[in-house]
């Protein structure tokens, strides 16, 4: 069974940094794509970022770029998100989700833009609230 758990979150002054952790089990870890995604209250969830457990590749929102970045530990089978120059905008629960990156019956052959699409995902965290005060 695909299990996911997220950590990490918390209260944090703008400006400031958190860094999330997603650990995983229940699946081959190589051959699965981590995503990482957020929804403000009251809003749709939005992708934030994504990373192949295969080659690394990874994708992020524009609103992120040169603040946030993904990583991947194989030997604790654990993804994490690195956030910095955190704004009041970032203020959401964040969920990790993991999906094969490999399915040619849906016509997928390894990560690509879709991993931001929280639609292409069947596994998903219980999540984590990051709240950023200004």
């Known amino acids: 069974e695909v299990q996911l758990v997220e950590s990490g979150g918390g209260l944090v002054q703008a400006g400031g940094s958190l860094r999330l952790s997603c650990a995983a089990s229940g699946f081959t870890f190589d051959d699965y794509a981590i995503g990482w995604f957020r929804q403000p209250p009251g809003m749709e969830r939005e992708g934030v970022s994504c990373?192949?457990?295969?080659?690394?590749?990874?994708y992020y929102v524009d609103s992120v770029k040169g603040r946030f970045t993904i990583s991947s530990d194989y030997a604790k089978r654990t993804v994490y998100l690195q956030m910095n120059s955190l704004e009041p905008e970032d203020t959401a629960a964040y969920y990790c989700?993991?999906?094969?990156?490999?399915?040619?019956?849906?016509?997928?052959?390894?990560?690509?833009?879709?991993?931001?699409?929280?639609?292409?995902?069947?596994?998903w965290g219980q999540g984590t609230q990051v709240t950023v005060s200004s």
């Open positions: 989700a993991a999906e094969r990156e490999y399915n040619p019956s849906e016509g997928r052959y390894g990560l690509g833009p879709w991993g931001l699409s929280h639609f292409e995902y069947d596994h």
């Open positions: 990373i192949s457990n295969k080659d690394g590749r990874t």
